[in-house]
T-cell receptor, first 113, second 110 residues
């Protein structure tokens, strides 16, 4: 399968715990995006990378959220001290620089108890 | 006001019906426009880009009105398999991020 993959697909955690999600983009894609989606809403932009550089962060991304893409390939999104309001689907998407079509991964569904 | 707004839905239509979705955007600097489709509990997938002159892909027609900051999607001869949520997406020149609307859910009934 050469699509975008995300791991884990589901995560249940207790409030206050830290969680980390991984995204593996399509191999030749140099842009990688993270979104958060809650029920009944469209995906909300969190941050994006071009290669290893994090070029834009949403104001939605509080200090508890951090994302990395150290080698310009896979990316991780970490949430520290999780809160119940962090419960959502976290989607990763990738695209090639000169193209605007984004390809989404299946998402990681987070539930904070 | 949200940057991208869509018909609230849901739309319940019989097979074979024609259905139109509307979308408005508030940022006049928006440069690129798209319709994505999202099936229940699945990831969004690109349905079509929207060009200034309007464009058609089979049963799907997209229109853009920059002056009114309005985008539409028309589905003709709807099929059961068209049941999904349709997301309107815009991209601004200043930023590189994509802004998604809340989506409009369509149910095509037999």
């Amino acid at each position: 399968d050469t699509g975008v993959s995300q791991d884990p697909r589901h995560k249940i955690t207790k409030r206050g715990q830290n969680v980390t999600f991984r995204c593996d983009p399509i191999s030749e894609h140099n842009r990688l995006y993270w979104y958060r989606q809650t029920l009944g809403q469209g995906p909300e932009f969190l941050t994006y990378f071009q290669n290893e550089a994090q070029l834009e962060k949403s104001r939605l991304l509080s200090d508890r959220f951090s994302a990395e893409r150290p080698k310009g390939s896979f990316s991780t999104l970490e949430i520290q001290r999780t809160e119940q309001g962090d419960s959502a689907m976290y989607l990763c998407a990738s695209s090639f620089f000169s193209q605007e079509t984004q390809y989404f991964g299946p998402g990681t569904r987070l539930l904070v108890l | 006001r949200k940057e991208v707004e869509q018909d609230p839905g849901p739309f319940n239509v019989p097979e074979g019906a024609t259905v139109a979705f509307n979308c408005t955007y508030s940022n006049s600097a928006s440069q690129s426009f798209f319709w994505y489709r999202q099936d229940c509990r699945k990831e969004p997938k690109l349905l079509m880009s929207v060009y200034s002159s309007g464009n058609e892909d089979g049963r799907f027609t997209a229109q853009l009105n920059r002056a009114s900051q309005y985008i539409s999607l028309l589905i003709r001869d709807s099929k059961l398999s068209d049941s999904a949520t349709y997301l309107c997406v815009v991209r601004n020149l200043q930023g590189q991020n994509f802004v998604f609307g809340p989506g409009t859910r369509l149910s095509v009934l037999p």
